[in-house]
């Protein structure tokens, strides 16, 4: 079956550090794929996502390039600031059948001023 | 604000109970979905509805059974609690069918069974 593999956190930066969280997935064919954010006490938000290989997902600084490849969807940000402080998801979404989200386990990521 | 209301926000109750989780999909979305968030399992897929019909099912235990209602809303009901089934539900909610689809999450109801 379809698996989202993200980077265990927590993850913790200081303001105006270079972010990187890595994620792989496991599917046939060309899934899509994204990355959510959950702030505190909220609910998942869409913070980018791709739809096939090469295509980049990009918003609020945040960028993820779809490698099929390597089968990756790494999130980046090169200058992070405290209110990025939030978890983050990688999912995708079958090419094949319905459109459910299988989720990685989420990275909490904290960032320092 | 994603468009997508989920009642109640908390709701805390005796094992052995049933109760009644609802969602109001954003305007024009046809298809809801329901996950489960908790610490041991993360984020699990339960089941979908699309236009009033069951479309996909996912973990979902034969305890637990959800319905799509003509107005679009729905709701999912929870039976037998368990201290397990404590967890966050989130509803979402999108435009249609397709993989690139994309969804939009309520703020989720808190399940905590005592």
């Known amino acids: 079956g379809n698996s989202v593999t993200q980077m265990e956190g927590p993850v913790t930066l200081s303001e105006e550090a270079f972010l990187t969280i890595n994620c792989t997935y496991t599917?046939?064919?060309?899934?899509?794929l994204f990355w959510y954010v959950q702030y505190p006490g909220e609910g998942l938000q869409l913070l980018l996502k791709a739809t096939k290989a090469d295509d980049k997902g990009s918003n609020k600084g945040f960028e993820a390039t779809y490698r099929k490849e390597t089968t990756s969807f790494h999130l980046e940000k090169g200058s992070v600031q405290v209110s990025d402080s939030a978890v983050y998801f990688c999912a995708l979404t079958s090419q094949f059948g319905n459109e459910k989200l299988t989720f990685g386990t989420g990275t909490r990521l904290t960032i320092i001023p | 604000d994603s468009g997508v209301t989920q009642t109640p926000k908390h709701l805390i109750t005796a094992t052995g109970q049933r109760v009644t989780l609802r969602c109001s999909p954003r305007?024009?979305?046809?298809?809801v979905y329901w996950y489960q968030q908790s610490l041991d399992q993360g984020l699990q897929f339960l089941i979908q509805?699309?236009?009033?019909?069951?479309?996909a099912k996912g973990n979902i235990l034969e305890r637990f059974s959800a319905q799509q209602f003509p107005d679009l809303h729905s709701e999912l009901n929870l039976s037998s609690l368990e201290l397990g089934d404590s967890a966050l539900y989130f509803c979402?909610?999108?435009?249609?069918?397709?993989?690139?689809?994309?969804?939009?999450f309520g703020q989720g109801t808190r399940l905590t069974v005592v």
């Open positions: 599917a046939t064919g060309y899934p899509s």
């Open positions: 305007s024009g979305d046809l298809s």
């Open positions: 509805y699309y236009n009033g019909e069951e479309r």
């Open positions: 979402a909610s999108s435009r249609g069918v397709g993989g690139n689809t994309e969804a939009f």
